[in-house]
T-cell receptor, first 115, second 108 residues
């Protein structure tokens, strides 16, 4: 299994500012992902965080708005840039476990409120 | 387009009654489906996957390719089953697309 820690767990941000969310996994994992869960909605994949290279973004998400880093196999960051109230969401880090199980593990999420 | 549909946002049953949470999918290839669960104040976690064909906490789910469904079932609901349940489809490269979720409430 993999235990994922995210911080901050929650924050209140001002419009136009940027915030970086950190994700730490307690073991080396092959794949890391970032999801967004808007209020009352399901989880939507933002991007796959690739170790040592640019993230792979899903349709509707761009690097300028959601820059992602993954310097090693256990750590990733997601920045939400130039925030607006529409960015108020829970942002979830997830990682694929090893051992062939393919299970996706999730962090507890970072709840952002943009005023 | 790859899509997962959970038609019920809310489902409420009495303790001891059977439970069925519906999930339908749209996928052109051979699907890999999962059920994830989020208990109150806990993180999202895997409940079961169709490949393993196992029963977890009394829950089972059978993949029906003809009906493109992957409904989650339990014959006798327990109060601790109250949670948010998400059906998810692996759309390739381990990227999951999630349904809208069903909030299950078990009444005593």
């Amino acid at each position: 299994s993999a235990v994922i820690s995210q911080k901050p767990s929650r924050d209140i941000c001002q419009r136009g500012t940027s915030l970086t969310i950190q994700c730490q996994v307690d073991s080396q994992v092959t794949m890391m992902f970032w999801y967004r869960q808007q209020p009352g909605q399901s989880l939507t994949l933002i991007a796959t965080a690739n170790q040592g290279s640019e993230a792979t973004y899903e349709s509707g998400f761009v690097i300028d708005k959601f820059p992602i880093s993954r310097p090693n196999l256990t750590f990733s960051t997601l920045t939400v840039s130039n925030m607006s109230p529409e960015d108020s969401s829970i942002y979830l880090c997830s990682a694929r476990g090893g051992g062939g199980t393919g299970e996706l593990f999730f962090g507890e999420g970072s709840r952002l409120t943009v005023l | 387009a790859q899509r997962v549909t959970q038609p019920e946002k809310l489902l409420s049953v009495f303790k001891g009654a059977p439970v069925e949470l519906k999930c339908n999918y749209s996928y052109s290839g051979s699907p890999e489906l999962f059920w994830y669960v989020q208990y109150s104040r806990q993180r999202l976690q895997l409940l079961l996957r169709h490949i393993s064909r196992e029963s977890i906490k009394g829950f089972t789910a059978d993949l029906n390719k003809g009906e493109t469904s992957f409904h989650l079932k339990k014959p006798f609901a327990q109060e601790e089953d109250s949670a948010m349940y998400y059906c998810a489809l692996n759309q390739g490269a381990q990227k999951l697309v999630f349904g809208q979720g069903t909030r299950l409430t078990i009444n005593p």
